[in-house]
């Protein structure tokens, strides 16, 4: 469904990476949104529970078998299985996706995913570092020129963030898909980066 | 089990605030830790699954009426579901845990609902700001001389936090629990809170 952000989990993945996000998209200040614009969903490999790193259960809601052809957004979450042979499997959905002109997100090792199969060598971009992008793009990562020491970097809609970067991450998807106001959506995150105290003390200035 | 961390969710849980401490409790910098010296473990209302602020559906490990006696910790995390019938199940569970010494942590409008159910009036806290805590509190919260403006606080066992105090919160518990030495709970505090950017940029100084 066009109005779906898809979630792409492995298993051991970094659920502080989806929460911000996914929980932006169906709530705002005041408490979940009465009329979201987006619905957020969950794609594993199966439709067997994918587990987060800290051991938790979630069940998803497509199967890279049933997941739909067309989406808002697809977000590929990071964590520790990215060097999988499950893994192997999102190389096709991101390239569909990618030719789709679709809003791709990547954070922390998925973006390390996406330099090991080419998909970074046309647009500037950011991650767990320039070295971790090197180790595992090796011969299929050429665009270091490209790399940007931020955050998070949004570039012809492929959003890339290093694993602190989530609600800069967060962020940069907001405004692609104009989830909120940009007023809004600033508030969020710096309520969010600075935490409600540092947050009060700054708005009384 | 004594070595298991309890996280208690209801439908509309703010998954932000369980994804630090879970992951950090399984996890150090270098990836899983090998012999992670606790366990999460999910608590819900029953065995089917609940449900994230976002959408996402979460497996409980165990129901209010098959969860442990003993735990290393209590941990209630906040949302939208604290004001539901369901929620005053937890007054119960918070009361025995709390007289057998057990540490509890609550976030958000968990600590709002402790505020309705007098477990602060002994201790020093914080929450969603002193207002919210008079508002759920009436005439069960006795002790706003308590009240600490911080983003977390931590008082005989009892560690509350905002809701966007979702590292100091893992922090305080982290501390209280040992998780891993004090200088590594720092560092994995400020290179949360920071950002790998500004972390490495503090570091270079």
């Known amino acids: ?41 969950v794609v594993a490999p199966t439709l067997r529970p994918v587990h987060t790193c800290g051991g938790m259960a979630t069940l998803p809601d497509y199967s890279f078998a049933t997941m739909p052809q067309e989406c808002a957004a ?47 060598n046309n647009v500037r971009h950011t991650g767990n570092g320039l070295e971790q992008l090197k180790q595992w793009g090796r011969e299929n990562y050429t665009h270091e020129e490209g790399y940007v020491a931020a955050q998070a970097c949004s570039d012809d809609g492929l959003v890339t963030a290093n694993g602190t970067g989530y609600l800069e991450f967060a962020r940069e998807l907001m405004l692609l898909l104009e989830v909120d ?16 105290i540092d947050f009060m003390q700054e708005r009384m200035k």
């Open 74 to 120: 697809l977000v590929l979450i990071g964590g520790y299985g990215w060097q999988s042979e499950e893994a192997e499997q999102v190389v096709s959905i991101v390239r569909t996706m990618r030719e789709q002109g679709v809003v791709v997100g990547a954070i922390c090792n998925a973006v390390s995913f996406l330099a090991a199969h080419g998909f970074l």
């Open 1 to 41: 469904m066009k109005n779906e952000v898809l979630y792409l989990l492995l298993d051991n993945y970094a659920d502080h990476e989806v929460a911000f996000l996914s929980s932006a998209i169906a709530c705002d200040g005041g408490g979940m949104r009465r009329q979201p614009r987006y619905v957020n969903r």
């Open 181 to 196: 106001t940009v007023e809004n959506i600033e508030w969020f995150y710096r309520f969010n980066r600075l935490g409600y």
